[in-house]
């Protein structure tokens, strides 16, 4: 007997299909929102750069903000809340976050070299003063472990229980790390759309994780 | 064996007056919590002042040995702070000191002159960014006194001011000044207390 579709299905499926591209188009507003900041709300560090170390340190910026909210993302895919299991299927979440945690890292990182050019790789910002950066230097260490010791977990031969103990508490603490990093060091964040916007997204996906837990 | 007697003797009372002329040109330790090199510099309508808050400096001074009296300075550039972390980070890059290539400051004197009413003179060697210039520090003996807390010390104190362009020692382009953003001129103190066993 061939498979019918009914029309409850069909509407299920419509459904299912607005629902994800409302999530998508959620995301991809996010991210447009992040990387106008620059732009929008400029720093007064861009306004005393020039030329190539303007473009440099606005680029490396966008490239945070991006960083920033898939992590914010990562932890969401990672709490595999019963809505996206839904949507998506674990599956499909738990591929996205492998995947994710690469890209992540490697846009951590050129977050900090383009941000670090501009005023001289022999000018690093480290000392009291520069608490804020340097929490985001311990933030860029803890992400990159974090995906190395993920994608070379059993070439590093790591147990899987003792990995995603730790893992799992790295994830929280990179979440922290960052609101205070972006939060501090950012004259962008002293003004009040990007300081509410990160405040309201932080609590957002520290509720999902709550949510999640709940609903498991 | 005369004439070698009276080499000798010759030769031993040379050695004993060089070292007296050089046993009354007294140390100074310089007391560096009070101490510093103060700067002001105008920022489009306002003034931003700073200083550098690690810094070494011998001083021997004498004012009846100004032959052999010596100030030298070693100012470590990574260390000046306006109050601004973001601030101090861009003065210390490449734009302005490039603390990292060339770490520290450092003036020599060569020559010290008596100007009147305790204004002495003081021309060095001033090395910055790996070159050397010439530059005079006008410095005011405040005085030499007991030091009041520290009844086995006297304390020697030194003001001077002097106004250099910092464009002419190759700190910064001059692209921000042309921008109208900061000056050129900067307005130095330097404020000096040492330290000497009576």
């Known amino acids: 007997m061939p498979n019918v579709m009914t029309s409850q299905d069909k509407t299920e499926r419509i459904k299912l299909k607005a629902y994800r591209a409302l999530v998508v188009g959620g995301l991809l507003l996010v991210i447009a929102g992040a990387l106008s900041i620059p732009f929008v709300y400029e720093s007064q560090t861009l306004w005393y750069k020039i030329g190539l170390d303007k473009t440099f340190l606005r680029g490396g910026q966008m490239i945070g ?45 050129s977050h900090a070299l383009l941000i670090l ?91 999902s994780i709550i949510l999640s837990k709940k609903t498991k | 064996m005369k004439r070698l007697s009276f080499l000798t003797m010759a030769l031993v009372g040379l050695v004993l007056t060089g070292q007296t002329a050089t046993a009354t040109v007294r140390d100074w330790q310089l007391d560096t919590v009070h101490s510093n090199f103060y700067f002001r510099i105008s920022h489009i309508y306002s003034i931003v002042n700073g ?87 006008p410095l005011t003996l405040a005085g030499v006194k007991n030091h009041p807390a520290a009844q086995d010390k006297e304390v020697i104190g030194f003001n001077g001011e002097v106004t250099i362009d910092r464009l002419a020692y190759k700190v910064g382009t001059g692209k921000f000044h042309e921008m109208g ?15 000497s066993d009576k």
Not at chain 1, 122 to 127: E, F, S, V
Not at chain 1, 132 to 149: D, Q, R
Not at chain 2, 182 to 192: A, M, N
């Open chain 1, 65 to 109: 903000l991006l960083a920033a909210v898939l992590l914010f993302v990562q932890i969401l895919l990672a709490a595999r809340g019963k809505f996206l299991k839904e949507l998506f299927g674990i599956a499909a979440l738990m591929r996205w976050h492998r995947t994710n945690g690469i890209v992540i890292s490697f846009l951590a990182v």
């Open chain 1, 117 to 207: 050019v501009p005023e001289g790789i022999t000018n690093l910002p480290i000392g009291k003063k520069y608490w804020p950066e340097m929490v985001g230097m311990l933030l860029l260490c803890i992400v990159v472990a974090m995906a190395v010791s993920s994608h070379f977990r059993e070439k590093l031969r790591l147990n899987y229980k003792r990995w995603r103990a730790i893992h799992k508490l790295l994830g929280y603490l990179v979440i922290m790390f960052l609101a205070v990093h972006v939060l501090f060091v950012s004259e962008s964040f002293e003004q009040i759309v990007p300081r509410a916007a990160l405040l309201i997204f932080f609590a957002g996906v520290v509720i």
């Open chain 2, 51 to 137: 200083q550098f808050n690690d810094f070494t400096g011998e001083i021997k001074f004498d004012p009846k040995n100004l032959a052999e009296s010596r100030f030298y300075f070693e100012i470590k550039t990574d260390s000046i702070d306006t109050n601004n972390a973001k601030r101090d980070k861009h003065l210390q890059s490449g734009d302005f000191f490039d603390s990292g290539t060339f770490p520290p400051m450092i003036f020599e004197s060569v020559k010290i002159t008596d100007a009147g009413n305790n204004v002495y003179e003081v021309l060095g060697k001033f090395t910055v960014k790996g070159e050397t210039y010439d530059l005079t520090l």
């Open chain 2, 181 to 195: 953003l900061v000056g050129k001129d900067v307005e130095i103190l330097v404020t000096l207390e040492a330290l």
